[in-house]
């Protein structure tokens, strides 16, 4: 016959489980360490860790090892899944801005080497970009003009962004 005691002994996480648990929250805390200023008050954190973040800035070595250590202790009395969140929505934010660009930098390199075909093209996805602007900075660039390739990213970069096209990371 099985007891109350025995039954609570497999109610409860394993010590494994409760390891994983304390290091997912050391890892948020690591990533903690990451944010600026601004990006941790916007997460609304607890000011004791908010403080304990603050003082690991200025650490070295094995000081700033034990404050890791402390910061993974205060992050377990903490809810971590909004923090889990904001962290997660601000990567996936930061790769869509990588998106945005890398796709920038592909139409000026396009406008650069294809010349008239890839001309065509990004008029017909960008209607209100001024075609004949894009067409000299185009040819400026290919001349290797000082400053001609920043000028045509620059172009393509704000009709990109203020266009009623195609969304700059291609959804």
């Not at 070295?60 to 993974?72: D, H, S, V």
Request: charged share 35%; hydrophobic share 35%.
């Amino acid at each position: 016959m099985t007891t109350h005691d025995e039954l609570d002994e497999f109610d409860r996480p394993s010590r494994g489980a409760r390891k994983r648990e304390a290091q997912a929250a050391k890892d948020l805390g690591e990533a903690l360490l990451e944010l600026s200023e601004a990006d941790l008050k916007a997460l609304d954190l607890p000011e004791r860790l908010l403080d304990a973040l603050r003082h690991c800035r200025g650490l070295r070595k094995e000081a700033l090892r034990r404050q890791r250590q402390y910061i993974g202790k205060l992050m377990r009395q903490v809810d971590t899944g909004p923090i889990q969140a904001a962290i997660e929505a601000r990567e996936a934010a930061r790769r869509a801005q990588a998106r945005r660009f890398h796709r920038m930098e592909q139409w000026r390199d396009r406008l650069i080497t294809e010349g008239e075909t890839a001309l065509a093209t990004f008029c017909d996805e960008y209607p209100r970009v001024n075609r004949k602007r894009l067409a000299a900075l185009a040819a400026d660039a290919r001349s290797q003009r000082p400053g001609a390739s920043r000028a045509l990213f620059r172009l393509v970069s704000d009709t990109m962004q203020t266009s009623d096209g195609p969304s700059p990371d291609g959804q």
